[in-house]
């Protein structure tokens, strides 16, 4: 399967701060998801980007859609204890409708 | 959003015996669900892929004969691991996409936790 590397691994952070993570890969896709897995959960969507360059969010989350279609980008602002989990970055690429998960970012958030 | 349930959420079984694993999409009809397995503290492996009233397409590595998939309905795939073994031991996930979703959106199960003695 193809290869999506997420950085950082993990992130240990004070509330209140803002985090960053990213993810690349060395093909181009069509659409980047953006998860956050609980222990012992499955992944929630939190949000879905469908064109190059663009940028949604989702209340504290935004997140940006890559203009090279091989990368992209989630940003929580002001973090809060319950931001902790596992972010899943996921790339659809051109063939199929195989989505292919990044490695993951770690979030952990000292009060 | 839409629902999509898992189960039995955990399952404990003695290698060599079969289990089965019910994905449901609850709200909206999946054309299309996922199975991913996951190891502790990694990410999600697709496994396959199925296409309701269509054979399930495999990744490669993944075994079809020991993971038998059958997705018979627009709301329920299931994924049965035959001949259990211990290294068999991890966390299912199936997602689902379809219906009234966004292209290629997908949301997940809440995972079911095999473990095989």
């Known amino acids: 399967g193809q290869q999506l590397n997420q950085s950082p691994q993990s992130m240990f952070i004070q509330e209140g701060e803002d985090v960053s993570m990213n993810c690349t890969s060395s093909?181009?896709?069509?659409?980047w998801l953006w998860y956050k897995q609980d222990p012992g959960e499955g992944p929630v969507l939190l949000i879905a980007l469908y064109k190059a360059g663009e940028l949604t969010s989702n209340g504290r989350l935004t997140a940006q859609f890559g203009i090279t279609r091989k990368d992209s980008f989630l940003n929580i602002s002001a973090s809060i204890p319950s931001d902790v989990g596992i972010y899943f970055c996921a790339g659809l690429g051109n063939t199929g409708n195989q989505f292919y998960f990044g490695t993951g970012t770690s979030l952990t958030v000292i009060p | 959003g839409a629902v999509v349930s898992q189960h039995p959420s955990w399952v404990i079984c003695k290698s060599g015996t079969s289990v089965k694993i019910e994905c449901r999409s609850l709200d909206f009809q999946a054309t299309t669900m996922f199975w991913y397995r996951q190891f502790p503290k990694q990410s999600l492996m697709l496994m396959a892929t199925s296409n309701e009233g269509s054979k399930a397409t495999y990744e490669q590595g993944v075994e079809k004969d020991k993971f038998l998939i059958n997705h018979a309905s627009l709301t329920l795939s299931t994924l049965t691991v035959t001949s259990a073994h211990p290294e068999d031991s991890s966390f299912y996930i199936c997602?689902?996409?379809?219906?009234?979703?966004?292209?290629?959106?997908?949301?997940f199960g809440p995972g079911t936790r095999l473990t095989v003695t």
């Open positions: 093909s181009i896709f069509n659409t």
């Open positions: 997602s689902a996409s379809g219906g009234r979703l966004r292209t290629y959106e997908q949301y």
